[in-house]
Structures are given as C-alpha cells and as structure tokens.
C-alpha cells in the first residue's frame, strides 16, 4: 500500500491465506488480483481501492478508513523481513493446529488402513516442514542472478559443482553427482554394480559428511558391511566370513570397523521395499539431516509399485518416473542400480548400450546419467593380469558422455 515497488518481492513469500485477519487478507488478495490484470509500476493506492470498491471488498474490509489506519501504522520497511517471518510463522502454527485435529479423527477412523494413515502423517509434516522455503514461480532474471552468484561463490570458494566420486577419470566427464539427479548403474550380474556403487556411496559420505541411505532388495544388511569392511580393510570377503585372519589383518579389520561406525549410513534390506516406504525412510532421515544425502537402491528389477499394474515394462516405467520425482522432491542423487538385458551376450562387442537396459525405455527417459560397466575379462579369461573396467557414460543430460577406465 505504501510503496507498490516491493509487490513482486512480497508476493514471492506469502500468499493471501497467510493472514489471519480477513480484511487484512481481502486486501491482500486484491492487491496479488491486481498485478495480473496491470503492470506492477502502474499499481498505486487509488486503483487499489478502486479495485477493492470494484469487487465488493471495501464496505466489508471497514472502507477507506481501513486503509488509511493501516498505512498510518506502518512504522519501518527495514522491519519489513520481520514482518514476513511472523506471517508465515502464525500461518504455520494454525496449519499445524489444523492437522493435529485431523490426526484425532483419521485415529478415530478404523474403518482406513493404518499404513495409509501413517504415510499420510509423515507426508504432510514433511510438507509443512518444507513450506518454510515456499514454492514460487521463477522469472528468468531470478534465476540468471542465483545462477551467475552460485558461480561466483564456487570459483571463490574453489567449490566442486557436485559431489565427487573420488574416481578421477570419471569426475572428469561427470564433473560430480547433481542434486535431484537419477544416475543409473547398469550391467550385466558379476560386473561390480554394487561394489561399485558402496564405493562411490562410501567416497561420498567421507568427503561431505552427508547421509548414506542403502535401499537392498537382494543383500542382507550383514553382506553389505561385509563388502564395505572388505574395501576398507583390502582383506579378502571369504577371509572376513571364515574369520581366518592373521593379527594384523583382524586389526585391520577393527580399524575399519571404527571408521565405518562413525559413518552416516542407514541400510534398509527389506526385499518387499515400496516406494511409500522410501519415501518414508527419507523424510525421517532428512528432517534431521538438513545437509541432504545420499540414495542407493539395489537393484530395480526386484521393485514392486503399488499399484496393480499386471504389465511389468509399465511398472517399471511407473517406478522410475517417481524415483526421480522423489530425488527432485528431496533433492538428493538417487543411485539406482539395474540388470542389462541378455542382448548384450549375443553379439561379438559385449559392450553394452543404452537399447540394452532391461524391461522399459523409460529407464532412459527417465534417469539423467545411464553409467554402464563392461569389463573385458569376464568375456575373456586370458586377459592381462591387471584387468581393467570400463565404465562408459552413456548418458548425461547436463555434460558430455564418455568412457572412464578403472583398474
């Protein structure tokens, strides 16, 4: 009302419902109406109450005088944060009130599933929880600015784009893991998807201290610490399961013990995992941990939606669609792991492509990088003594592709 310049500033962090006061939140309102019918620099205090006049707002917000008292009692616009911060945070609180009479009557509700009812619990406190950030709508010249600052700070800084995956060759082309990235891993069984993909995990949580959280719908929970003892230790994993250790290899192996334990890692091995139970898992681990994280599902293939879907290539689309929905909504990287079709076998080059990825295009539509591992010596046994791995970068929707070449 006193100075329309800060319109567009406003309205990016509060809506009409934030007020509690009704002729507060009419006025409001007119104002937000008035910026898609003029340009904001041609808002000005007579068209807004001619326009409060118009609707049939300005008998019921108290007439002119309203206006007027409100204008004389506004004091300073270096409060004017303040101000913002106290409407959102009374708007939250009657959200808040609001639910929990929501919650007495879904308990009261026997005849609703109660699995239901608890993903329904945990989503909106997620919700209301995010709603501190806000959703809006972005103009290009917001955009640019945070874009041109981010660069700023990271050339300053000397700050990494992503997170690294401490493979040089491979950080090369990737130039680090994105938030909200769906980063696929794929090939045939044997070829080291999974110590692969703990490796990159591991590297990851050392080097950011973010959490780790390990979706296995094949291992156990134990396998998994087996396999990370055994990278850790550099100690065979049959040596570590029979326990046949010498001295220096069992303190070896509690020194890795040590390191792992003060890692931030979560393993979920449940073989019938959801993707309401993932969705689940990560609000719980997330609304503690503000610094983001880290997802690894093993593997696909062995996924179930909810939904009764009797084709499995649609399921699987299904599924992948809302992976990447849940890495952008979290922003986190989700690192899906998944089998390579037997296509691959019947060709003289074993190397493997994008049109072998098993049971759905949409895997490819969907993720945006597709890494896939090849290794010559599976094929062929008479290879040199130091076999190498290829891991081909098939796609990268945001950089190049290419082939990065791991001992």
Do not use: C
Request: proline letters at 3%; zero cysteines; aromatic letters at 6%.
């Amino acid at each position: 009302l006193t100075n329309p310049n800060l319109i567009k500033n406003v309205s990016s962090m509060i809506n009409n419902e934030s007020f509690y006061f009704e002729p507060h939140r009419l006025i409001y309102l007119t104002i937000l109406e008035l910026t898609e019918e003029i340009p904001t620099e041609n808002i000005n205090l007579t068209n807004i109450i001619t326009s409060l006049q118009d609707k049939g707002r300005l008998k019921h917000i108290g007439g002119i005088e309203r206006i007027i008292s409100t204008i004389s009692s506004f004091e300073n616009f270096s409060d004017l944060e303040n101000y913002i911060q106290l409407l959102n945070e009374k708007y939250l609180r009657r959200l808040i009130i609001e639910f929990g009479k929501q919650v007495i009557v879904l308990g009261y509700t026997t005849s609703l599933n109660l699995e239901n009812i608890l993903e329904e619990i945990e989503k909106t406190l997620f919700l209301l929880n995010q709603q501190r950030n806000g959703q809006k709508l972005y103009s290009i010249a917001e955009i640019v600015n945070d874009v041109f600052l981010e660069m700023k700070n990271k050339i300053k800084e000397n700050q990494e784009s992503g997170l690294l995956t401490s493979f040089k060759d491979l950080d090369a082309i990737l130039q680090g893991i994105q938030k909200s990235d769906l980063l696929i891993i794929a090939g045939r069984p044997s070829m080291g998807k999974t110590a692969f993909s703990l490796t990159i995990g591991r590297n990851i949580v050392k080097k950011y201290s973010i959490p780790l959280i390990i979706f296995s719908l094949e291992m156990s929970r134990q396998q998994i610490i087996y396999r990370f003892l055994a990278s850790l230790s550099n100690i065979n994993s049959n040596r570590l399961k029979s326990g046949k250790m010498t001295l220096t290899e069992w303190k070896k192996v509690s020194e890795s013990m040590k390191l792992l334990s003060n890692l931030p890692i979560f393993i979920d091995d449940n073989p019938n995992l959801s993707l309401t139970e993932i969705r689940s898992r990560l609000r719980k681990i997330l609304i503690k941990n503000k610094t983001g994280g880290l997802v690894i599902i093993d593997y696909l293939q062995l996924m179930k939606s909810n939904l009764k879907i009797d084709n499995r290539v649609q399921e699987i689309s299904y599924i992948t669609r809302d992976l990447k929905i849940i890495a952008k909504e979290f922003e986190i990287p989700i690192i899906l792991l998944s089998q390579l079709s037997r296509n691959v076998e019947t060709r003289i080059n074993k190397r493997p492509m994008l049109s072998d990825l098993r049971e759905s295009g949409s895997i490819e539509q969907d993720a945006d990088i597709v890494i896939m591992i090849y290794r010559e010596d599976y094929y062929n046994e008479n290879q040199s003594n130091t076999p190498i791995t290829e891991f081909i970068v098939a796609k990268h929707r945001n950089g190049p592709v290419g082939t990065a070449r791991l001992i």
